[in-house]
């Protein structure tokens, strides 16, 4: 599965939206781009995925270049309940295929 | 009504010992999961198993034995419990068709004193 790299953490006012970024270039046109986030002393919450398309669900939108080469994880309008580590990943589906986490970024909502 | 529950929720046990931990989803997901969380926070997968056939086995040591009796349950039992293996466990269920996410349990911490 391709690696990917996203910032260490980030704060974020609330109210206002949140943009997480990831990169990942090594990406092949197979993997899916999926996002999730944990929160402290929870298990990991999957949030969105998608392959090439901009995605939105109740929780988030993502938004993927259109070279794939990277994405943004929009959280329109943060509130304290979304400080956590929010992790992007890259894989293809099928039963082999693991779920292989990084170091995430550790989004600090604050007042 | 829980989706993915694990027992215990937490684990205070001493070295040497073996300890089982237990997960059942309720999702009808085909496939399960044991990933390992250290003191550092990093998540690591364990093992996988779809439709009780193990299908993913990372580099766990022998004392690690997962047992599935049927899809919607998969078992963790430890054997010879040492310090390195105090983490917090998650178990995880997913439905591949379809490119669903995971859904994971609240974790059991395991620690080993």
């Known amino acids: 599965d391709a690696k990917t790299t996203q910032p260490p953490s980030m704060d974020c006012a609330e109210g206002r939206a949140a943009n997480l970024p990831c990169n990942h270039s090594t990406i092949s046109g197979n993997e899916y781009v999926y996002w999730y986030r944990q929160i402290h002393s929870q298990g990991p919450q999957y949030i969105i995925h998608?392959?090439?398309n901009n995605e939105t669900n109740e929780m988030a939108s993502l938004i993927i270049t259109e070279d794939r080469k990277s994405s943004t994880l929009i959280l329109p309008h943060a509130t304290l309940r979304d400080t956590a580590v929010y992790y992007c990943i890259v894989r293809v589906t099928g039963t082999a295929s693991k779920l292989t986490f990084g170091t995430g970024t550790r989004l600090q909502v604050t007042l | 009504d829980t989706a993915v529950s694990q027992t215990p929720k937490y684990l205070v046990t001493q070295m040497g010992n073996d300890k089982s931990i237990k997960c059942e989803q309720n999702?009808?997901?085909?496939?399960m999961y044991w990933y390992k969380q250290d003191s550092k926070k990093f998540l690591k997968i364990m093992f996988s198993?779809?439709?009780?056939?193990?299908?993913i086995n990372e580099t766990v040591p022998n004392r690690f034995s997962p047992k599935s009796p049927d899809k919607a349950h998969l078992n963790l039992h430890i054997n010879s419990l040492e310090l390195g293996d105090s983490a917090v466990y998650f178990c995880?269920?997913?439905?591949?068709?379809?490119?669903?996410?995971?859904?994971f349990g609240s974790g059991t911490r395991l620690t080993v004193v």
């Open positions: 198993y779809n439709n009780k056939e193990l299908i």
């Open positions: 998608g392959l090439k």
């Open positions: 995880a269920s997913s439905q591949e068709v379809g490119s669903y996410g995971y859904t």
């Open positions: 999702l009808g997901h085909d496939t």
